[in-house]
């Protein structure tokens, strides 16, 4: 089954305590990006890669680090969290750079930083 | 001001009833519109997508972009139970990677 997995689901931690959120696709997509939702903001995209070892920065990217060693891979680093990293975040991969193709997206990860 | 704008909502509709759900944009580069559906505790899948202005329609639904009002529409006919759900208008211009810009979503319940 296509799919884009996200690890862990949920996440309780404290703040200035390293976390990865994983995120793998088993569609050879080469973009990958991370959005994290919020009321009242909506989706916005955190970091984004076009390829293997290419990464960049979207909207959001402060207090956030990305890394795509393996084409199927893009895991989420927050080196130091802190409360108001406190969001609902979703991992997608598209065939087609930017915008143009379908995302799909993974099914979540709520984070909670005390 | 947001580049894309969107109702909120709840909205809150009897089951049968026509929906209507709309976004403004600002941007005038837009020129791909998608909306998505994320049903609770789940990601956004695509549900319809569009380019340039016109109508588009797949079933009950039909998408509608006029671009010289920057003004975006979905509608669905006959609305279920199943159509409960949040969802999301999103549009980018062909600039190279441009990235998908969403709006903060409307959240709709049919009821039966």
């Known amino acids: 089954e296509a799919q884009v997995t996200q690890n862990p689901r949920y996440l309780i931690t404290v703040t200035g305590k390293k976390l990865t959120v994983t995120c793998s696709q088993n569609m050879n997509h080469e973009y990958m990006s991370w959005y994290r939702q919020d009321p009242g903001l909506g989706l916005r995209q955190i970091y984004y890669s076009m390829n293997v070892e290419v990464t960049d920065k979207g909207d959001v990217p402060e207090g956030y680090k990305v890394s795509r060693k393996e084409k199927r891979n893009f895991p989420l680093i927050l080196e130091s969290p802190s409360p108001n990293q406190t969001s609902l975040y979703f991992c997608a991969s598209s065939y087609e750079a930017g915008g143009l193709g379908e995302q799909f997206f993974g099914p979540g990860t709520r984070l909670t930083v005390l | ?112």
């Open chain 2, 1 to 112: 001001q947001k580049e894309v704008e969107q109702d909120p909502g709840p909205l809150s509709v009897p089951e049968g009833a026509i929906v209507s759900l709309n976004c403004t944009y600002s941007n005038s580069a837009f020129q791909y519109f998608m909306w998505y559906r994320q049903y609770s505790r789940k990601g956004p899948e695509l549900l319809m997508y569009t380019y340039s202005s016109g109508n588009k329609e797949d079933g009950r639904f039909t998408a509608q972009v006029d671009k010289s009002s920057k003004y975006i529409s979905l509608f669905i006919r006959d609305s279920q139970p199943s159509d409960s759900a949040t969802y999301l208008c999103a549009m980018t211009s062909n600039f190279g990677n441009e990235k998908l810009t969403f709006g903060t979503g409307t959240r709709l319940t049919i009821i039966p």
